[in-house]
């Protein structure tokens, strides 16, 4: 019952911020929130402009990776609250409170927020039960697709040093990535692939240090009436913050797609390492657009998923989450200084985020056609192989990660039929 609850609680609360534009998950969303706030774009506006860009996203993406195991990939969850939050009436106001259709605003979009929370849990467990009764078990073939993502994910490092520094820069760091795992893998390392990531973000932080501004800019000083908004709001942040820890502790969310993966295989130590990386590389796109819109994420920038799986239990990972979301959000001006000086750290990171998206693509597709080829063999390939390449011309194509999931789902489908048939 308290999964229940906490996925009630997290979904509500993040509605309620989504609707006083405190937090925001997308962050292609972030930059147009102060149009809405300063009055140049109208209730109506940003919420078609949200929905716009955020439900292909719940469909195509979100969902289809948290049918993969019962852990829920956030991105259902937040994605949604945020077209909840932003819909419903309230006045851009600082005394909001004071205001009866804002009160009203915020806690209906709480409401909803949290049914819908509710309905995304209740409607994925009911999926996979079903899965698992079918003629042909489509589920246990699915739990191979995140193979080759655990294996191939410590490449990404390489990849990004090589789209900065070059190619042979980047056939060295993949060589002695490959070269730690081999050898932690030999001496019976408890997790050779997360010793692997970790060599190939030292090297690529090597190579970023070395890259410092010439020019003094003070971007902190350009934000500063946005920051403190953020500021103001910290109590919510954090209280969200708690929320969202526990949830991961408990195996209920998910931060990514790799995470997920991980965590569904009881792969603890690779869940930890990845948050850390996903949570590193995507602080600058995070944090400039905090920064421009006085507007924080409703995750943070990663690291309170982190610690919620450190965390020994779900108290503990509430208490941690809330103060390290609350660090995150108070270290915005510090996060502006040092990519103000430091140029190579931001474009390693952003790079990172790139290299990620690469490797991931790769990956899932590769475990898609083998979790498919478990279901009919042959016969999987194909349809997977087939409608990869068949998304690219499509008018509104899926993301590239999540056209195998979908792909797996729809050859399960197909297996059932020929067996009844």
């Known amino acids: 019952m308290f999964k229940y609850i906490l996925v009630f609680l997290a979904s ?54 948290s049918i993969l195991s019962p852990i829920i990939l956030i991105h259902s969850i937040f994605l949604g609250t945020d077209i909840i939050g932003t819909f419903f009436p309230g006045k851009p106001i600082r005394d909001w409170y004071k205001d009866k259709e804002s009160v009203m605003g915020f806690i209906v979009s709480g409401l909803l927020g949290g049914v819908y929370g509710l309905l995304i849990l209740i409607g994925l467990g009911s999926f996979v039960d079903l899965m698992k009764k079918l003629p042909v078990n489509i589920f246990d073939p699915l739990g191979s697709l995140g193979d080759p993502v655990i294996y191939a994910f410590a490449a990404f490092p390489a990849i990004a040093v090589a789209m900065e520094y070059g190619f042979v820069n980047g056939i060295i760091s993949l060589t002695l990535i490959t070269l730690t795992r081999i050898v932690a893998d030999m001496l019976h390392f408890s997790s050779p692939d997360g010793l692997a990531l970790l060599v190939g973000l030292i090297i690529l932080f090597i190579f970023a240090i070395k890259e410092k501004s010439e020019k003094s800019v003070n971007t902190q000083g350009i934000f500063t009436t946005r920051t403190q908004d953020i500021k103001r ?64 994420v409703t995750d943070g920038f990663g690291f309170v998923a982190t610690v919620g799986l450190l965390s020994p239990n ?70 997977v192989a087939g409608l990869y390449i068949l998304n690219e011309f499509a008018k509104r194509p899926l993301s590239r990660m999540a056209v195998g999931p979908v792909g797996a789902i729809i050859t399960g489908v197909i297996a059932n039929l020929v067996h009844m048939i």
Do not use: C, H
């Open 314 to 383: 779900v108290i503990v990972a509430g208490v941690l989450g809330a103060i390290v979301m609350s660090l995150e959000a108070l270290s915005l001006p510090l996060v502006a200084n040092v990519f103000d000086k430091f140029p190579g750290i931001r474009k390693a990171s952003d790079n990172i985020r790139d290299a990620m998206i690469k490797v991931l693509e790769v990956a899932i597709i590769v475990g898609s056609m083998i979790a498919s080829n478990k279901m009919i063999a042959g016969t999987g390939f194909l349809i």
């Open 12 to 65: 509500m609360w993040a509605a309620m911020l989504a609707n006083r534009g405190i937090s925001i998950f997308n962050d292609a969303v972030r930059p147009i929130m102060p149009e809405f706030k300063e009055g140049r774009m109208s209730r109506i506006q940003l919420a078609t402009t949200v929905f716009g860009l955020n439900i292909g996203l719940v469909i195509g993406f979100g969902i289809p990776f």
């Open 233 to 296: 709001n910290i109590i919510y942040i954090a209280i969200m913050g708690a929320l969202y820890g526990m949830a991961v502790n408990i195996k209920l969310f998910a931060e990514g797609p790799q995470s997920l993966i991980a965590m569904s295989k009881g792969l603890k130590s690779q869940a930890i390492s990845i948050t850390i990386a996903r949570a590193l590389s995507f602080i600058p796109l995070k944090g400039t657009t905090s920064l421009a819109s006085g507007t924080f």
